[in-house]
Structures are given as C-alpha cells and as structure tokens.
C-alpha cells in the first residue's frame, strides 16, 4: 500500500481466519467511525463474517475480498471476490529454498 502512496489510508484490524473472527473484526472497523471503501479478509470464511457484519448494519457501499478462492468463495449468493494464493508454486517455491 505504501509503494503506491495508499499507506496512510489503510488499517488493520486484527482478525483469524474464522467467519466469527471476521465478523467481530469487521463490526470493530465499523464501531471506530472510520470510512472505508473496501475490506480485504485474511481468509474467504473471514470475508462471509465480514460480509455479515456489513449486510447487518446495511452497508452495502463496501467491496470484500477474501484470500483462498474456496469453495465458499464461488456461491453465487455470496458474491465474493476472493484471491486464489498459487499453493502449488509456494510449495515448489518453498521447497527450493
């Protein structure tokens, strides 16, 4: 984010890889007054909790994406853009070093 000069804009909140932790996280972002476009989950589960957390105060103006590209992440009524990581190239990578 700093490289391209979006370092001061971007928070964290701290967040497992669960739905429940994603939700709890998301509803703390909300709860701090901050404005925020977007939310970028840890995991796929953590964007359906971040989902929740927003559908629930009806935010509807905020893009999530999760990291994983699961299952979950393809359900059409969930509609979530979700990162496929390229585990194969990190293993071989990992392997290598």
């Known amino acids: 984010m700093r490289l391209h000069g979006l ?3 971007s928070l964290v909140v701290e967040a497992d890889f669960s739905e429940s932790s994603g939700y709890a996280a ?4 909300l ?3 901050a404005e925020f476009t977007a939310v970028t989950a840890v995991s796929d589960y953590a964007a359906v909790g971040a989902l929740a ?18 299952a ?3 359900f ?7 990162l496929r990581p390229g585990n194969v190239a990190i293993g071989e ?5």
Not at 56 to 70: A, E, K, L, M, P
Not at 76 to 82: F, G, K, P, V
Not at 93 to 97: I, K, T, V
């Open 31 to 33: 709860d701090s007054g």
């Open 7 to 9: 370092g001061s804009g």
């Open 26 to 29: 998301t509803c703390r972002l």
């Open 72 to 74: 979950v992440a393809s």
């Open 53 to 70: 957390a927003l559908a629930q105060r009806g935010r509807s103006d905020v893009s999530v994406i999760g990291y994983g590209d699961t």
């Open 93 to 97: 990578r990992a392997a290598q070093e």
């Open 76 to 82: 059409e009524y969930i509609a979530l853009t979700s």
